[in-house]
């Protein structure tokens, strides 16, 4: 059974920093990327960054772009996600979840339709 379990969400001030991880486990695919979505209050899910677990290969999207930084630990196939410079609109349930064919967006948006497993995310909240 594939499991994804996201941590280290929490309460930060604007400008203040925080660092998600989300630790995989239950499968065995051979190719594989991790994304990283967020869905705030009355708002579309949005892909926030992927990275493909072989290559290293990632993703930001224009919002969070030189703030944010995705990397990952394979051997505890575990992917983090270094948030910094936060702002109150990075306020956000954030999940991640499995690619199971590793794509990485050359540019434009993530779509959330290539992921197929999916954690129960965690809550940031960012204050002013």
């Known amino acids: 059974e594939v499991q994804l379990v996201e941590s280290g969400g929490g309460l930060v001030q604007a400008g203040g920093s925080l660092r998600l991880s989300c630790a995989a486990s239950?499968?065995?695919?051979?190719?594989?990327?991790i994304g990283w979505f967020r869905q705030a209050p009355g708002k579309e899910r949005e892909g926030v960054s992927c990275?493909?677990?072989?290559?290293?290969?990632?993703y930001y999207a224009d919002s969070v772009k030189g703030r944010f930084t995705i990397s990952s630990d394979n051997a505890k196939n575990t992917v983090y996600l270094q948030m910094s410079s936060l702002k109150p609109e990075d306020t956000a349930v954030y999940y991640c979840?499995?690619?199971?064919?590793?794509?990485?967006?050359?540019?434009?948006?993530?779509?959330?339709?290539?992921?197929?497993?999916w954690g129960q995310g965690t809550q940031v909240t960012v204050s002013s």
């Open positions: 990275i493909n677990m072989r290559a290293g290969s990632t």
């Open positions: 979840a499995v690619d199971t064919w590793g794509r990485v967006p050359g540019g434009g948006t993530l779509p959330s339709s290539w992921y197929d497993y």
């Open positions: 239950g499968f065995t695919f051979d190719d594989y990327g």
